[in-house]
Antibody, heavy 118, light 112 residues
């Protein structure tokens, strides 16, 4: 059974950095495309980043140059390094696994809340 | 970047009636090499992560009730709930994966 468990969220001051983790089980993160999606309070889903099985990475304009997606194959874990955090980065952050042969999200974690505030 | 626009932003439907949600992409999301539209639909209830309902525009995910159906091609797509049930109250999102990924702004479905 595929499981995704995010961690690393919390309260951080503007300008600070945080690294989110997504521990995967039931599959190998290096063999699938993995994504980060966030949802600000009361707002819509926002796709942030993807790391393809081959290692290529892509980002939404809103986080490019500030956020970095990566994975540790030995730990079967996905990461999101977030730098220069702003108030509008406050959101629940989800990791999500692409579906079979397509960029739709069949599996989601429960999310981790990041609050950026002074 | 491809922009996804849903309509309406919200709708109220009587139990047992049909609910229709539209989604329009700013450019075609039809992938000709595989003859498929790169469009998915999700349902999200409060406090929960989204749940995949439909992928490739019209393929129902395993376990999704058959009252949910997806249609459309190219740039215009529709999610239909044929007979609204109380448990269908949620926010629904469309998402394209033709180039990276983008979500629509969501449509809130309520009971009239």
């Amino acid at each position: 059974e595929v499981q995704l468990v995010e961690s690393g969220g919390g309260l951080i001051q503007p300008g600070g950095s945080l690294r989110l983790s997504c521990a995967a089980s039931g599959f190998t993160v290096s063999s699938d495309n993995m994504n980060w999606v966030r949802q600000a309070p009361g707002k819509a889903l926002e796709w942030l980043s993807v790391i393809y099985s081959g290692g290529s990475t892509y980002y939404a304009d809103s986080v490019r140059s500030r956020f970095t997606i990566s994975r540790d194959n030995s730990k079967n874990t996905l990461y999101l390094q977030m730098n220069s955090l702003r108030d509008d980065d406050t959101a629940v952050y989800y990791c999500a696994k692409d579906g079979e042969k397509g960029g739709f999200f069949q599996h989601w974690g429960q999310g981790t809340l990041v609050t950026v505030s002074s | 970047d491809i922009v996804m626009t849903q309509s309406p932003d919200s709708l109220a439907v009587s139990l047992g009636d049909r609910a229709t949600i539209n989604c329009k992409s700013s450019q075609t999301i039809f992938y000709s090499s595989i003859n498929k539209d790169c469009l998915a639909w999700y349902q999200q209830k409060p406090g929960q992560p989204p749940r995949l309902l439909i992928y490739w525009a019209s393929t129902r995910e395993s376990g999704v009730p058959d009252r949910f159906s997806g249609s459309g091609s190219g740039t215009d797509f529709t999610l239909t709930i044929s007979s609204l049930q109380a448990e269908d109250v949620a926010v629904y999102y469309c998402q394209q994966h033709y180039t990276t990924r983008t979500f629509g702004q969501g449509t809130k479905v309520e009971i009239k």
